[in-house]
């Protein structure tokens, strides 16, 4: 898996499937890696070049030195410049995307700011808005004290159902080992960049055809949030998953099918 030098900064990057195939860039949640895509990749590079990418300070992605005063000036905006950096160099000009929480956060911003860069877009269990700044507060005062560890079972509780949990511990324990892989300041730059967003107004009317996929028990990106988003673009459909917010590992063969059917047109 190479290193690939941006304009903003080096990125760790997987690529599979045909280089003349379609691109489809794929942008992972917050405290997680590209390997959280593994589950997809087999069947999505039959049809696509599958491009996964770390996020700045998660797998082996670095921290920039520069990425809290980035956060702070940029919010998500910090990642959809990122996005934009690792296509510009792979030498493309426009690109499926498929994002997931925070990668779903990331697409907004590129369907709002950047739309000509996209063919379709897949926003899987993500929000519009975050909230208040201040209610990330505590997450990022535990993340000083008791770096990521002290976030592990909040997440895994919010990632998985009960009912998968139980059926599946060792993808669970998988998940969980990725998540704690993550660079305490990599995952802290990253929440500071979602704290406060609120892309509600400016995706309104956004053209890129779009499926939203939502979990019936996703407690932290909701089936309502994911209805708006969908109500807010010009050309989306809706997508209702039994799971919670990982969807893509606990629905991995449904969500895996929808998304390469709907990128093929």
Partial sequence: MPMLQTSRQPFHIAIDGPDSAPALLMAHPLGASLDVWAPQVAGLARYFRVIRYDARGHGASPVPEQATADAAREGVGALGLDALAIIDALGLERVHWCGLSMGGMAGQWLLAYAPQRLNRVVLANTAASTGA????????????????????????????????????????????????????????????????????????????????????????????????????????????????HLSNVEQAATFTQAISDFLSG
């Avoid at 990521?148 to 997440?155: K, S």
């Avoid at 892309?199 to 089936?223: E, K, S």
Wanted: proline residues 5%; negative net charge; aromatic residues 6%.
């Fill in 133 to 244: 700044a201040s209610a990330w507060d505590e997450r990022l005062q535990t993340l000083k004290t008791a770096g990521v560890a002290g976030l592990i079972d909040g997440v895994m509780a919010r990632w998985f159902t009960p009912g998968f949990a139980a059926a599946h511990p060792d993808t669970v324990a998988g998940v969980r080992d990725l998540v704690l892989r993550t660079k305490p300041d990599g995952y802290a730059a990253c929440a500071m960049a979602l704290a406060g967003m609120d892309l509600q107004q400016v995706i309104r009317g956004a053209t890129p055809p779009t499926l939203v996929i939502a979990g019936a028990h996703d407690a932290g990106t909701t089936p309502e949030q994911a209805r708006f988003i969908a109500g807010q673009l010009a050309d989306a459909r809706l997508l209702m998953l039994e799971a919670a």
